[in-house]
């Protein structure tokens, strides 16, 4: 089975193994995000600039990172989670004011921490781990390649023009004007090599079955999933209400919770239970409602409220609810009443049911199906992707004559490629060579152990799933799919099947638990140095 990853067009490592993304995260993608920095930026003067970079910050015997670095890192975070958080609308209540200096922006309210110190810490930790990789990368003789550096070299460069074009400058992109584009490489260079490493140390464990089964006993709740109901019938009281009127709400609330149990442990179906719980509480409603209102706005609810039970049958009404009550692959969550008894070594049965009190709540579940692993096979694939947002607009064809020219085109060298007698996953991902980079953009990928139950959120192609893990599909498989409203255009090989889906999670968690070991001992062979009254100087 292929295990060489092919590279994308712009040359960088495409993986999508969980296995990585759970080490990679010590360190910043080794991708620039653009954006121009919406805070104070401290004007720069020569005796700062000199300052900046002649102030060691973090270093080890033989690389090191000065001020400029470590304001960078500092300032990339901030681009980001600024940029999150103001999608989302939470920039202000988490302390984000672009009118104040960073160090004067408190974390999430807090009166002593600012989002500075939250990501100056962050920083530091970051570029200790970084050197004290690379320090073991050089022991080894692991450097960047050629090509790896002018691939970061022309991110540098596009970065480079994109400030322009903003009528900025880099430095003024993170945070000081004292920053240079060549400040940027060097960081990004040096985690390059880092992660270059990393992953080398990762993909160098070896593990037998017997490994894999060991560490999943020893963590046998992390890899189980169960689908139940879950229904919560909440105490319900006025603000000012009284504290016997609120243990009078309490009361009726558990009784309601209790009946509902009773329904179901007498052999009534769960959804059933809890629709005539609701249909009871709606036509309350509706009674109070009656008597505090005039005559005419009665009738005119009643006219709106007839009108919106034509809109929705019963049965359709039932299945919204079903998608609400059930939960399919739950987890376990310690020191949860429920989950302590769902997973527990002693399981309940199928259909049994419980009741779990909390603060002015009381929570009905039944068991749907017993915690179990899944032991479905993962799939090993090859894929070409194409996006319409990509495609290059020509003097004579708009973006969306380029992409359908080229998808017909693509179209056609997967229709060849099926009739060769010898075909290979490195062969299937050439045909996008075949296409003049000056029109699109393309990617290529190799991706193995991809699980069912996360590929669609990993590649967004409707239908993947029916198609890739269908009892039919085996290795040599092709298939093109064509999303127009997602400008999605995409071609898959089937390499054939990976592993288990229990054993892709364990042998995920059990690299990085390894790589985390490996590391604790390499930091004792290489000693980082911090300058705590230079990174007091970051601003």
Not at 55 to 72: M, Q, V
Not at 120 to 135: D, H, P
Not at 355 to 370: F, G, H, I, P, R
Not at 373 to 387: G, Q
Request: glycine share 4%; charged share 30%.
């Amino acid at each position: 089975m292929a295990k060489e990853k092919i590279k994308k067009a712009n040359g960088a490592d495409s993986s999508k193994s969980d296995i990585w993304y759970k080490v990679i995260a010590i360190f910043i993608a080794v991708v620039l995000v653009f954006g121009a920095l919406l805070a104070i930026i401290k004007p720069t003067g020569i005796a700062d600039y000199v300052s900046m970079h002649t102030t060691t910050a973090i270093e080890t015997e033989n690389y090191k990172f000065n001020n400029a670095h470590l304001t960078y890192l500092v300032y990339y975070y901030y681009n980001q989670e600024y940029s999150t958080y103001s999608q989302y609308g939470y920039a202000q209540s988490a302390g984000f004011d672009t009118s104040k200096p960073l160090s004067q922006q408190m974390y999430w309210g807090s009166a002593t921490q600012s989002w500075l110190d939250y990501f100056l810490e962050q920083a530091i930790a970051n570029l200790s781990k970084c050197l004290v990789i690379c320090e073991e990368a050089k022991a080894n003789n692991v450097s960047l390649t050629e090509d790896e550096i002018k691939d970061i070299e022309a991110q540098v460069a596009e970065m480079k023009e994109y400030a322009k074009s903003q009528g900025v400058s880099v430095g003024q992109m993170y945070g000081s004007k004292g920053i240079k584009a060549s400040d940027v490489q060097y960081v990004v260079e040096l985690q390059a090599l880092a992660s270059k490493y990393a992953k080398q140390i990762t993909d160098a464990f070896e593990y037998t079955d017997e490994d894999y089964e060991k560490y999943y006993g020893e963590n046998k709740n992390t890899y189980l999933f169960a689908d139940y109901y879950s229904y919560t019938v909440s105490a319900t009281y006025d603000s000012k209400a009284t504290d016997d009127e609120k243990k009078a709400a309490n009361e009726e609330a558990k009784k309601a919770a209790e009946e509902i149990k009773a329904a179901i442990d007498g052999g009534k179906d769960f959804v059933e239970a809890v629709y005539e719980y609701e249909k009871k509480l709606e036509e309350e409603k509706k009674e109070e409602a009656s008597k505090e209102t005039t005559a005419d706005t009665t009738a005119s609810s009643s006219s709106s409220s007839t009108t919106e039970e034509k809109e929705k049958t019963e049965e359709e009404k039932k299945e919204e609810l079903k998608d609400k009550v059930l939960t399919e692959n739950g987890t376990y969550t310690k020191d949860d009443e429920f989950s302590e008894w769902l997973y527990a070594e002693k399981a309940p049965a199928v259909n049994e049911t419980k009741l779990v009190e909390s603060t002015d709540a009381y929570k009905v579940y039944q068991v749907v199906s017993l915690p179990e692993r899944h032991e479905y096979n993962t799939v090993n694939f090859y894929a070409i992707t194409l996006s319409a947002d990509n495609y290059k607009a020509t003097s004579t064809q708009t973006s969306e004559e380029v992409m359908k020219e080229t998808a017909a085109a693509v179209q056609a060298k997967v229709d060849e490629f099926k009739n060769k007698s010898d075909k290979t996953g490195e062969a299937f991902v050439a045909i996008a060579k075949d296409f003049a980079e000056d029109k699109y953009v393309y990617g290529s990928d190799f991706m193995e152990n991809i699980d069912k139950n996360t590929v669609d959120s990993q590649l967004g192609i409707e239908g993947f799933d029916d198609w890739a893990f269908a009892e039919g599909t085996k290795a040599g498989d092709i298939k093109v799919f064509e999303d127009e409203d997602k400008g999605i255009y995409a071609a898959f090989y089937i390499d054939g099947v990976g592993m288990p889906s229990w054993k892709v999670a364990v042998d995920a968690d059990k690299r990085a638990a390894d790589y985390d070991a490996y590391y604790e001992e390499l930091a004792k062979k290489h000693t980082v140095t911090v300058n705590d009254k230079a990174t007091a100087k970051i601003d």
